[in-house]
Each structure stands twice: as structure tokens, then as C-alpha cells.
């Protein structure tokens, strides 16, 4: 069993509500499949196999073309870091990095993903572009089996 925590700093008290002017604590304890289900239900998960992805646990109802899962792949071994743009071309094309190509090829696959990942594709959740550097995936919880 463990403690499951709402608040951002994970401490044992884990949910606080207000009622009535009041302010109480709860704590319960989960199983570890149940904290596996609530650590789904937010964020982005990946099933590369099926090339699909699930956002907050529902199901999007597109599935991905195989350089989108694999971009999608890239990110999320990053960790949140941000990839370079040659890390990125490397990884999702499996060639060296050439910018009059690969700018122009990478930011059209990074569109083509946010439309399907994304409730607003212009104000980006998920994948991440930090100008001049690269992008990142954010809120990425792992690959759905």
C-alpha cells in the first residue's frame, strides 16, 4: 500500500478540502494498481506498438504515423529535458542533421503531432518548443501496454 498525495510538495497529508469555513486533511492508502491508474489519468501515455496516445486517459482518435511516434519516443527519453534539434532529427530519421532539410521537415512533423495530441495546438500542453534550442515533452507519464 501507499500513500497517494494531491499537493506538490507529497508530504503524508495528502488532500485538503474546505468546507463550510472548515479545513480538514484526509490520507488513504492505495494499492499499487490503483496509484497506477490515478498516475494515468493525467498527462500524455504512449502505446508505440499501436501507435496511439492516450491524453488525462482518454483515448485520442487519431492514431500516430510512425515519425510522430517516433518523435513522440525521442522526447519522452529526455525526461523533460529539452532535445536539440539534431538529437531530434537523428532519433526520429536516423540521419545527420541538415538545416536547409531538417528545420523545415521538423517543424511541419511538430504541427502535424500537436494537432493530434493537443486540445489547442497553439498554446501546447504536451510537446514543447524552446526557440533556439529544441523541444521538450511535458506531463509525460510513460507507454500504455
Known amino acids: 500500500m501507499y500513500t497517494l498525495c494531491y ?4 508530504k503524508p497529508i495528502s ?16 494499492s499499487v494498481k490503483q496509484f497506477k491508474e490515478v498516475l494515468f489519468l493525467h498527462g500524455l501515455q504512449l502505446d508505440v ?4 496516445v492516450w491524453v488525462d486517459g482518454v483515448l485520442r482518435p487519431e492514431s500516430l504515423t510512425v ?10 527519453k529526455c525526461h523533460g529535458e529539452i532535445s536539440p534539434r539534431t538529437h531530434t532529427i537523428q532519433q526520429v530519421y536516423g540521419t545527420p ?7 523545415d521537415r521538423l517543424d511541419a512533423l ?5 494537432k493530434k495530441i493537443e486540445d489547442n495546438p497553439r498554446r501546447p500542453r504536451f510537446l514543447r518548443t524552446i526557440h533556439g534550442r529544441g523541444h521538450r515533452l511535458d506531463e509525460y507519464t510513460g507507454e500504455r501496454t
Open 7 to 10: 499537493n506538490t510538495s507529497c
Open 110 to 114: 511538430v504541427e502535424r503531432t500537436r
Open 67 to 76: 515519425h510522430e511516434c517516433k518523435l513522440l519516443q525521442a522526447l519522452a
Open 15 to 30: 488532500e485538503t478540502t474546505e468546507s463550510n469555513g472548515l479545513t480538514r486533511s484526509l490520507s488513504r492508502k492505495i
Open 49 to 52: 506498438a499501436r501507435q496511439q
Open 97 to 103: 542533421y541538415f538545416k536547409q532539410l531538417d528545420d
